[in-house]
Structures are given as C-alpha cells and as structure tokens.
C-alpha cells in the first residue's frame, strides 16, 4: 500500500475543509457555484498555505543548498575540460600534502608504540675527538654499575644487535640478532603471540619475531621448543612476539653494516655483565662457554615519575665521574676521548630526520600555494567569461549573496573531488616510499593515512575551495553587472584590476617555484659532489658479500684463516674476476708516524683498516705514490690515503716512515687516493691500510668480499656467492649486492629528501610555467581589439610579439627577483641537508633563474605568435 506523505495528508485536509464550508455555505441558502467559491475565498491562497507547510517541514536553506549543489554539478559537467584542470591540480597539492603529513605524523607528532614513551630515554658513550655524532656503545660492565647506582629510573634495560649465524632444520641462516638484558620487555611492552617472552637470568633461549615465524616457519605453532643453533650453540624457541610489535630503537651501527629488522631476541647471560674486556683471554674462555653476546651496550631507561631529563643527566655525570675512577689504568687511556650522553628516545629516533622533514613540509605548502594560485586564476577567468550570465540572473531577481554562494558551491564541489582523487595519490605515494626507501626515515614504514591526516585532507581541500572559490566572487560585489548586458563577449571581460590580480596571482607563483627549484637545485649538486669517484674506482663493478665466521670450528685464527685464503684463491680464478680481496677489521686509533711531527703530541688520528693484499685493487683505487707491498712484506708494510699524508703538520715525503698504534706496526710503502666504500656522504679521514692477518681475533669474525668483475663474461652474483658458500655450507653468505648498490642504500635519507624535493620542484615548475601561459593567454585575448588596432595603424608583427612577451617578461621578472630573495633566507634552514655545497651557492641560484625564466618565456611564446597573428579586419569587425 502506498504510503501518505505529510503533503497528501495536507492536501486531504485542505479539501475535507473546503467541503464543510461550501456545505455550510449551501446551508445559508447560497448557489452552489458561489458557495465553493465563497469558501475558497475564505480559505485563501492554497499553493501559498502549502509552500507555508512544506517551508516547516523542510528547511528553506537545505532546499536551496541542494539546488545549488545540483546546478554547479550540470555547470561543472558542461565545462569538463575546466573542471579536470581544477581537479587535478587540487589532487597533485593535497596528495602530495597528504603524503608528507603522514610522513610528519608518524614520525614526529605519533608517540612511540612503547608504554609511557615521553618518558623512555636512550644512554650510549661517544668518542669525543672522533666523529663524536656516532655512538660508540656503552660497556658492559659501565652499565651493571650504573643501572644499580641511578635513582632518576624506575626501569632500566640494555641490548646489543648482531649477525649472526642460525642453522635451522639444517638450513643457515643469517639474522639480525638482538641480545637483551634488564626490563626490556617491560620497557617496550611486547607480547607473545605464542609461547611466552623468557625472563632475565635464562640463558640459551630464544623469542622470534613474527616476520621469522612466516618467513621460516610458515606459521607452524610447533615451532615452540624447536632447537636453533646460533653459532653453533643450542638455543630453544620459547615464544613468538605479536605481529604489531615492532622494535624502532636505536640499532648498533659497526663498520659496514645495514639497518636491518630484529629477527631474533636472546638474552644475555648474567656473567657477560660482568665479564672481562674484549679480546682478553678471559673474555674469550666464557664466549666458548655461554655462546655469543654484544661486545658493547645501548641502555633504554624511564624517568621515575617527576624526574625532569636535566636531573637525569645531572645524576649520570656524577655517576659516570665514579665509574671512570674504578678503570684500570689502561681504560683511562680511552677515558679521556669518551664520554657519555643521554637524550629522550623519541629524539634520538628523528636524529636528522626532523630538520629534512621540516624542510619537506614547507616545501610542499609552496606546492599547495602555487596550486591555489593556479586555481584562483582558473576560477577568475571563468568568472569574467560568466559576467553576462550571472548578470542575466541577478536582472531575474537573483540575489548577490545566492550568486556568490553559487560560486562556492562549485569550488566546494571541485574541493571534494579534488580531495578524494588526492588521498588516492597520496596512498600510492606512500606505498612506493615504503617500498623504495624502507630505511630512508625512522619509522617511515609506519606512516600511514589514519584518522588525523584524512582531516587535515579534509580541511585543506575544503579552505582551498572556500579561500580561492571566494576570490572570484567576491570581485562580483558592488560591480554594475547589468552593463554586461550592453556589451559583446569580447569587452565583458574582467576589467584592468582583475587582469592584474591574475597577474600578481602568477607573480607569486613564480616566487614560490624559484624557492623549490633553488632547494631541489643545492640537493642536486649535493647528490652529484657525493657520488663523485676518484678515478679508476668503479663502485658499479664491484661486487660485495659478508661472511660471519662463527661456531667452535672458527675459534682460532688459523681455521678463520684458512677460510679466507681459500675463498680469494676460488674467487681469482673463477671466469670474469678480474681481482678480488677482504676488509675485516677497522680500529680509529691514534697513529705514530716516525720522523715526522704530526697534528697532535701523541699522533694522528686514524682508521687503521686490516684488509687483505688484494684489497685495493679489487676497489681499482689508484695508487698516487709510492709502490704496493710486496707479497713476502705484507705484515710489514703498510699503505696510507692522501687524507692521512695531508693530516700531518709538517710538509715531507711520508713514504719510507715507520708507523704504529693499535695492532698496527709497520712502514708507509704507498699512497693511494681517497674513496668511498661504506657511507656516500662522509668526509674522507686519514687511514691506513694493514694486513688482516695482523688484526686481534675475533669470533665471530665478520669478513667483506669484494670482487671487482668485468668483460663480456662477467659472472652472475649468486655464482660468485655459491662459490663462497659451498667452502662451508654452514656459513651462510649474505648482503650479495654491488657496492654501487650498497652507498645507494647508505644515502637512502638524502635519496629521499632528492626525490621529494625534486619532485615538488618540477611540480612546482610545471604549474607557474601553466598559470603564466594561461594568464598571457587571457591578456591576449582580451587585447584583441587593440592588437587589431595597433596593426591597422601600421605595427608590423615583431612589434605585437616584442608586446606580448613584455608583458609576460614583467610578470616573470617580478616574480623571480622575489623568489630569490626569499630563497636566499630559506636555503639556509637546509644547509645541514647539502654535501659539500653552501646554502648559497651562486651557480644553483643562476642556474635556476635562467631554467625559470627562459621557460617562462617560452610559455609566453605561444601567445605571442598567436597575437601576431591576428587579421586586423575580424577584430575591427567586432567592435
């Protein structure tokens, strides 16, 4: 049965009222005819009373803000070309806001998933004299004695990260291990999944994160009580960590190494707390009995509850000053350079991702900006080419304000568009800077388009669509729209002050381009000085692999050894190598050179690098000076870079001298140049190249292969691998990549910021060089006549482009000298994001000006050749 509306309802009672009136006027002796028109008389207008009704029930406002919404829909589908151009350009700047936002949320603003996080704080010691922004670990027996003294902490922990070597159903394996001791599973709040998480004081169990379960495992819930050895020790599986559970603190960085994900979680055993120094004999007798442990510590500790981090630190210093006076008098020889610091866990996470993303987040409001820019011109022209519309609707009794909210409809309309295809750009932006540069930001992997970055979407397309949708219409008010009825469609056009305000609009434009270009510009030439070689050294020939010699078999140095020689001996001969050599230990000492007076009373500070003779050649350095060691002299002699030959103060031939410190001792023989091998972006330093034979033992022993290959025959790098592996396949072979590859991965934050950057910048570009066509375009058109004029009188072509270009000169000028001077003070903020470039680097800034203005006028080319083109008879024609 059909059901009644109020209106039907309505209409019923209308008529069951009509009908007792013309009844009781048929009672008082009326004519039927004129009694139902006596009684409508009496009732009055129905179509009025009805309207009356239907305006209770249903809102005036909401009717008309559907009508509105339904006409800017058949308006915006009538003008598809207009409305995809506003459309897309809205997308690009809100997708590209959005993607940074969640970038910046989840790594500056989201705490971190630890319980109590604005409380964790993170401890390591630091070289004082070498490279003191890295983190040289904290000792361990420093930690035992520190964490029973502090009173500024409720918990304390402490950990140390490894490769180490499993053999799993007899497969090897080699994993990120992280050996733990104190609260730390408090202090992170893990979970089991399965199992359970084993307690401080176990020995020889193991908890694994999920990521292993799947990809080892397969999820197997058998997995429990499974025995794995981890250097050829036992160590049973007691549990499983929960899917969500992620470690994002800080990881121990050694030479050479990868940020990789924990695999693994043993604990220390209590004796290794407490244990002699590395490399001591003693040391050496309890690895072979408990397995293997973190030569050095990180500590994570929470604040006691009103416990401020300046007290904290104020405690730690007195502590720290009673530990030192309990060295050994060999300990305070390094005392002296060592020191420790303590910083909130959260900072120490964003490191210099703070300052990159603050840099990448003003730069992306440029792009939105320039975006609205662009989108406010759109809307102005479409405005001065509806001024005769909306002065037809305003002679119909239109009001401004309905025309104006009109207006808005259409710009919130194209926002909401706008906005839905830029969260869709933004979730694929996101994806591929996960997939691309996993490791490029702390925590970049969580980033992700949650509750707070869709309202930001949601409030930034829809002030866009209200700020630059408002522009337009409100230059409609106090204006005399009816004298657009006069004129004909050329001279209807918006006036001298709107051509200007496109004008400015695109000014500004410019500006904001010549800031993004000149960053993307300073990033560029930083990228290009970084991965500058010296010649002969081709980091993309040259293919790297580790080896971690680990189990009672490799204790002693003879089996390590044996192995090494035995893989360079396969290595040389095997087709397409043309050398091959190893990099195993590297020590930042202090370096006596005889006979010369050096840049401090006790030496030169120096990386002294064991490595085999084979080594620098393998990296195709060039030798500079000097001669290589020879095969039968390799413990003896000794090679140097020029960094180090330059590090003395007394000018002289540093060939011949004596040198000695750490475990090296022996005589210069070479000087070769200085390269990049491990990190792009760090300044050479003074080295020294030893032979590994000379180096203190290790178990285990962690060896770099590189193997420089070439010719038509050059072989694959899983053949060179499984030559390694199959000298002992119980020592897995990992990190096979080209050492191209391998510095790629090392800059992977300047890669990103690069990327963004440059991609903003041509964004950027891209948009200013369309918003001055389009505005050049628009003064052409609106010219028409006067071009016409101008070439009825005489101009000849030349002089119409020469016109036209002016024009669009003046426009590009302006906006450039403005943006170079806001350029010359922003640049600074990112001056500790370049390499070897200043923030004010006069070529980049050249440059840029020339690539913006030369393409500017090209884009006002265009225009230019069309207004030369004009037959001066159709523009007489039309006035």
Not at 109 to 122: C, F, G, H, K, T
Not at 760 to 772: C, E, N, Q, S
Request: net charge positive; with cysteine.
């Amino acid at each position: 049965m059909h059901r009644r509306t109020p209106l039907d309802r309505l209409d019923q009672e209308i008529q069951d009222h009509l009908e007792r009136e013309t009844r009781a006027n048929l009672d008082r002796g009326m004519d039927p005819v004129e009694a139902r028109r006596a009684a409508r008389l009496a009732f009055g207008n129905v179509a009025l009373a009805k309207q009356e009704a239907y305006n209770v029930w249903h809102p005036v406002w909401l009717q008309q803000v559907l009508q509105d919404t339904k006409y800017a829909l058949r308006s915006l589908l009538r003008n598809r070309r207009f409305a995809g151009t506003v459309i897309f350009t809205l997308a690009l700047a809100i997708g590209m806001n959005t993607a940074v936002f969640s970038v910046v949320e989840a790594v500056l603003i989201r705490p971190l998933p630890y319980p109590e996080a604005n409380r964790l704080v993170w401890l390591a010691a630091f070289d004082r004299d070498y490279q003191a922004e890295n983190d040289n670990h904290i000792e361990r027996a420093d930690y035992t004695a520190w964490s029973t003294q502090t009173r500024a902490f409720d918990r304390t922990a402490a950990y140390g990260n490894q490769d180490l070597a499993l053999m799993i159903h007899g497969e090897p394996y080699q994993e990120r291990v992280l050996s733990l001791t104190g609260d730390f599973w408090n202090l992170t709040g893990a979970e089991p999944e399965l199992g359970r998480l084993f307690h401080f004081g176990e020995t020889h169990t193991m908890v694994i994160s999920d990521s292993m379960y799947e990809r080892v495992f397969h999820r197997n819930p058998a997995v429990l009580g499974q025995v794995v050895t981890v250097n050829d020790f036992p160590f049973t599986i007691v549990g499983v960590l929960r899917k969500s559970f992620r470690f994002v603190s800080p990881q121990q960085a050694f030479h050479g190494d990868e940020a990789r994900d924990i695999a693994v979680y043993i604990p220390i055993p209590t004796a290794m707390l407490t244990s002699p120094p590395l490399g001591s004999q003693a040391w050496g007798e309890l690895t072979k009995q408990v397995g293997p442990a973190p030569t050095s510590l990180d500590v994570l500790a929470r604040l006691r509850a009103g416990v401020t981090l300046s007290l904290a630190r104020t405690e730690m210093d007195s502590i720290y000053k009673g530990i030192v006076q309990q060295h050994s008098p060999d300990r305070h020889v390094y005392d002296v350079f060592t020191g420790w610091r303590m910083t909130l866990l959260q900072e120490k996470l964003e490191g210099g991702a703070r300052r990159a993303l603050v840099v990448l987040s003003a730069a992306v409001v440029f792009v939105l900006l320039i975006g609205g820019a662009n989108i406010a011109n759109l809307l102005l022209a479409r405005s001065a080419s509806r001024k005769k519309e909306i002065a037809v609707r305003i002679a119909m009794g239109a009001g401004r304000s309905r025309v104006i909210r009109q207006f808005l409809s259409e710009s919130l309309l194209l926002s909401l568009f706008g906005g839905v295809l830029g969260v869709l750009l933004a979730e694929a932006a996101l994806r591929l800077m996960i997939r691309t540069w996993p490791q490029a930001i702390p925590r970049l992997t969580e980033a992700r388009l949650d509750a707070p970055v869709l309202l930001l979407s949601i409030v930034l397309s829809c002030l866009t669509g209200l700020i630059f949708g408002f522009v337009p219409a409100v230059l409609l008010w106090g204006r005399d729209l009816y004298a657009a009825l006069k004129d004909n469609p050329q001279t209807a056009s918006g006036g001298k002050h709107r051509t200007q305000l496109r004008k400015v609009l695109i000014s500004v434009e410019i500006a904001l381009a010549i800031v993004l270009l000149t960053g993307a510009g300073l990033m560029l030439k930083s990228f290009s000085r970084m991965s500058a070689n010296a010649p002969g050294f081709k980091p993309e020939s040259i293919l790297t692999m580790r080896v971690s010699l680990a189990g009672k078999q490799y204790a002693a140095w003879i089996p390590q050894q044996s192995y090494i020689q035995t893989a360079l001996d396969r290595l040389e001969v095997f087709p397409g190598v043309e050398a091959s050599g190893i990099d195993s230990e590297t020590l930042n000492t202090t370096v006596k050179v005889q006979g010369l007076v050096s840049g401090t009373s006790e030496g030169t500070f120096s990386a002294v690098r064991a490595v085999s003779l084979g080594y620098l050649r393998a990296m195709g350095v060039p030798l500079v000076a000097g001669k290589w060691p020879s095969d039968s002299r390799t413990l003896d002699e000794v090679l140097v870079n020029e960094s180090f030959a330059r590090s003395l103060s007394q000018k002289g031939d540093v060939l011949g001298r004596q040198v000695s410190g750490g475990f090296l001792n022996g005589r210069i023989v070479g000087v070769v140049a200085d390269f990049k091998y491990s990190q792009m972006d760090a300044e050479p330093i003074p080295e020294v190249y030893t032979s590994y034979q000379l180096a203190p033992l290790r178990s285990p022993m962690t060896v770099h292969f590189f193997v420089r290959i070439g010719g038509t025959s050059a072989p694959d790098a899983n053949a060179l691998r499984r030559v390694v592996a199959s000298i002992d396949p119980t020592q897995p072979v990992y990190a096979v990549q080209t050492l191209q590859q391998s510095l790629s991965d090392s800059i992977a934050p300047r890669r990103f910021n690069l990327f963004l950057l440059g991609t903003f910048a041509a964004v950027a570009l891209l948009m200013a060089l369309v918003g001055i066509y389009g505005v050049i375009a628009y003064s052409v058109a609106e010219r028409t006549q006067e071009i016409g004029i101008r070439m009825a009188v005489g101009a000849d072509r030349g002089h119409i482009i020469g016109m036209v270009l002016l024009e669009g000169a003046k426009t590009t000028l302006f906006g450039v000298g403005t943006g170079l001077v806001a350029a010359f003070g922003l640049t600074r903020l990112m001056s500790s994001l370049l390499y070897d470039v200043k923030a004010y680097d006069p070529t980049t800034f050249l440059s840029v000006t020339l690539l913006l203005t030369g393409t500017a006028m090209l884009a006002c080319a265009g225009p230019a050749l069309r207004a030369s083109l004009v037959n001066p008879v159709l523009a007489l024609r039309s006035e």
